[in-house]
């Protein structure tokens, strides 16, 4: 049961490079959101999905953009990166309605722009 | 907007010693409330959860009871061991939504 997987683990861009951020689960969670890690801030909401075909944003959705086209996928595209954007990326996955259940984490994504 | 508070860190402490990691919490509704916790190299794991006032989470001898008086989510342990350290991060989520506000996370180091 692979849960949810995040690729690459880890990445190096230089500023204005694009790349996609990989997110699948087979839990069959309608629910999967991204969020970065950034030391002494905690976890930030980026965007998220609430089932294939719908996105919204988070926090700090500036300068990322995602798509849900099927329920196992959900990739996160940096169309320009840029050094602000260097930090832990974690994809999450939860079943759909009722009281908030527990999210899934993937392992991350480390990703450094120069 | 809804915003999770806690304490300072890096934590380090002595095997077999007590452990409390302070968190408090503002929010509009009636949240729920949980705690994770996060290994080195790996994502972030479900430690524990409340859904209302005065219940109580508890697994793997931690606890933290959901004090709605004090807003406060509090994480205890009797007696830490070295597998204990890990980054803890407290965490709410309002009623019908599957978004979490995090708090900042504290680093807790158990020496043998």
Request: with cysteine.
């Amino acid at each position: 049961n692979a849960g949810v997987t995040q690729t690459p683990k880890f990445q190096v861009l230089k500023t204005g490079q694009s790349m996609t951020l990989q997110c699948a689960q087979d839990m069959n969670h309608e629910y999967m959101s991204w969020y970065r890690q950034d030391p002494g801030m905690g976890l930030r909401l980026i965007h998220y999905s609430v089932g294939a075909g719908i996105t919204d944003q988070g926090e700090v959705p500036n300068g990322y953009n995602v798509s849900r086209s099927t329920t196992e996928d959900f990739p996160l595209r940096l169309l320009s990166a840029a050094p602000s954007q260097t930090s832990v990326y974690f994809c999450a996955s939860s079943p759909p309605t009722g009281p908030p259940t527990p999210l899934h984490f993937g392992n991350g994504t480390r990703l450094t722009v120069t | 907007g809804d915003s999770v508070t806690q304490m300072e860190g890096p934590v380090t402490l002595s095997e077999e010693a007590f452990l409390t990691i302070n968190c408090t919490y503002t929010a509009t509704g009636y949240p729920s409330l949980f705690w994770y916790v996060q290994y080195p190299g790996e994502g972030l794991q479900l430690l524990l959860k409340a859904t209302k006032a005065d219940d109580k989470g508890s697994n793997k001898g931690f606890e933290a009871t959901y004090r709605k008086e004090t807003t406060s989510f509090h994480l205890e342990k009797g007696s830490v061991q070295v597998s204990d350290s890990a980054v803890y991060f407290c965490a709410l989520g309002d009623q019908g939504a599957q978004k979490l506000v995090f708090g900042q996370g504290t680093r807790l180091t158990i020496n043998p």
